[in-house]
């Protein structure tokens, strides 16, 4: 059994169709699904599954993924198995989490860049963001600096580019993985790519923009001294005009 991820081939698809194939509980497995259900530090999609018979919309109160199969619980009694739903996500938080994941890439882009650090953590909010680096110096120049050339990048307008490599050839691109430990499983054969055309690339299963401009702009609103050389700093993303 395996769900159909269509978040992973189009983030802006915001609802499909899909059979059920398994019930526990409360949580359902659908034969394809438009949500993400979190990870690699984004939150999970918000949204509803609906099929005939219905009262009200059933909500998607919480998600995981086991396996290669994507478990939706919802809080209305689920339907049996081979019951054709509609799944819909939440499209602007999903476009949130969107802007916000590309905002972290093009920051993971430009410090790799300019000085070569790897990342050690991060987390997106709501309406914020953080990333942890293996850094010593982050003085309030660096943190203008860097602030300025996210903003350059998200100016710049670069496109922005999805697609799968074999396990082997995406492992032969150089510092492909960012994060200081390698949380890749090895059983994943096909790793998936996300490239910023000019700017960054990096292996990676979150939601993204088609470009860096939609990102709209960042101001760095916090940072903290995690250890000797453990830096975090905080984002917060422009509101789109």
């Given at each position: ?14 609802e ?6 398994a ?12 949500f993400?259900p979190?990870?690699?530090?984004q ?9 005939p018979?219905q ?16 478990w ?13 739903v509609v ?14 994941h590309t905002?972290l890439?093009?920051?993971?882009g ?7 650090v790897?990342?050690?953590g ?8 953080r990333m942890?680096?293996?850094m010593?110096?982050?003085?309030k ?5 860097i ?5 350059a ?20 691109i ?10 890749l ?25 088609n470009?860096?401009?939609e ?27």
């Amino acid at each position: 059994m395996k769900t159909k991820l269509l978040y992973h081939t189009n983030s802006f698809t915001y609802e499909c169709t899909a059979t059920v194939v398994a019930v526990e509980g409360d949580d359902i497995a659908l034969d394809a699904t438009v949500f993400y259900p979190g990870g690699g530090g984004q939150m999970a999609d918000r949204g509803t599954i609906t099929w005939p018979g219905q009262d009200y919309p059933a909500s998607v109160i919480a998600m995981h993924k086991r396996d290669e199969v994507v478990w939706h619980t919802l809080d209305y009694p689920p339907p049996s198995i081979g019951t054709e739903v509609v799944g819909t996500i939440d499209w602007d938080f999903r476009y949130q989490m969107m802007r916000t994941h590309t905002a972290l890439h093009i920051l993971c882009g430009v410090i790799w860049q300019e000085f070569g650090v790897q990342v050690t953590g991060g987390q997106m909010y709501p309406d914020r963001a953080r990333m942890d680096f293996a850094m010593e110096n982050l003085d309030k120049e660096r943190i203008v600096y860097i602030e300025e050339k996210v903003n350059a990048a998200i100016e710049a307008d670069y496109p922005i580019r999805v697609y799968s490599l074999p396990r082997e050839k995406a492992f032969a691109i150089p510092d492909l993985v960012r994060t200081k430990i390698n949380l890749l499983p090895p059983e994943i054969e096909e790793i998936r790519i996300v490239e910023i055309v000019g700017l960054d690339l990096q292996a990676d299963g979150g939601t993204h923009v088609n470009h860096t401009h939609e990102v709209g702009g960042i101001h760095i609103t916090k940072t903290e001294n995690k250890g000797r050389i453990n830096k975090r700093l905080e984002i917060m993303l422009d509101s789109l005009q």
